[in-house]
Every structure is written in structure tokens, then in C-alpha cells.
């Protein structure tokens, strides 16, 4: 698989800052699980030295907003001593421990909803991205 070096920068259609890499080169390998496969492929029709700007509709970015993702969970599944606050990541293993990342986006009493939809689901995107190099 092709490695890359790069300048990045992805936020929100409205222009909020949603990822950058900074000033330090992102470095990674097509595949290898560090961005999104949407990012991948613009990635793959950037040429190196040259600064590409790419607008993604929800659809061709992080996808669309599902209901079936967001989750009333009861406070007693979630680890001991886990500090429960409003907008808090939240891991949760499968009993096939697969990992499945959510957000925590409202707590009413002993329910707490955890949306694990894309932070960017349903948002369209600007990518922004400069490859350094390619081997």
C-alpha cells in the first residue's frame, strides 16, 4: 500500500476547524485505519506539492445521521467510576471485542443517550490537504 506525508486540514462546511494536522507532517499508509476512507481517496487524487481542496456532501464524507445509532443506555453499563458528562467519548467493547466509540448527548437520571453516529455524520466537509510525499 502507498505511504504518504502530509498537511491536512478537514472542518465543517461553515468553516469550524473539525481536524488539522498542524504544522507537523501526518504521516500513514492507505488502509492502515488513521482517516476515513472518504479522506483516503481524495488523498489518492492529491498530486504531491500541490495544495487540493475538496468539498464533501454528508453523503460522500461520513455518511448520514441514523437514528438506530443513537442509544438509551442505562448509567449501570457504563464503567465504574466513568465520570458521565454531557459531549464525553465513550468506548464500548462487543462480546466479539470489537470497539464502538460514542458520544454522550443527553442524561436524564439513570438514561443516558450515546450517539454512535460520526462526530461529522450528516455534515458536509471541506478537506483541505497537501501531500509532502508519496512512496
Excluded: W
Aim: charged content about 25%.
Amino acid at each position: 500500500m502507498a505511504k504518504y506525508k502530509l498537511l491536512y486540514k478537514l472542518t465543517h462546511a461553515n468553516g469550524a476547524l473539525a481536524d488539522e494536522s498542524g504544522s507537523a507532517p501526518f504521516e500513514f499508509e492507505i488502509g492502515d485505519g488513521q482517516l476515513d476512507p472518504c479522506l483516503e481517496s481524495c488523498i489518492k487524487e492529491a498530486e504531491v506539492g500541490k495544495l487540493r481542496t475538496f468539498l464533501l456532501g454528508a453523503d460522500e464524507a461520513f455518511g448520514a445521521v441514523h437514528d438506530e445509532a443513537i442509544q438509551v443506555m442505562n448509567r449501570s453499563e457504563f464503567p465504574d467510576g466513568f465520570e458521565i458528562k454531557i459531549d464525553t467519548a465513550v468506548e464500548f467493547k462487543t462480546p466479539t471485542n470489537e470497539s464502538y466509540v460514542g458520544c454522550i448527548d443527553k442524561i436524564d437520571g439513570n438514561d443516558i443517550t450515546v450517539n454512535f453516529n460520526h462526530p461529522l455524520a450528516g455534515c458536509d466537509v471541506v478537506f483541505q490537504v497537501e501531500v509532502l510525499e508519496k512512496s
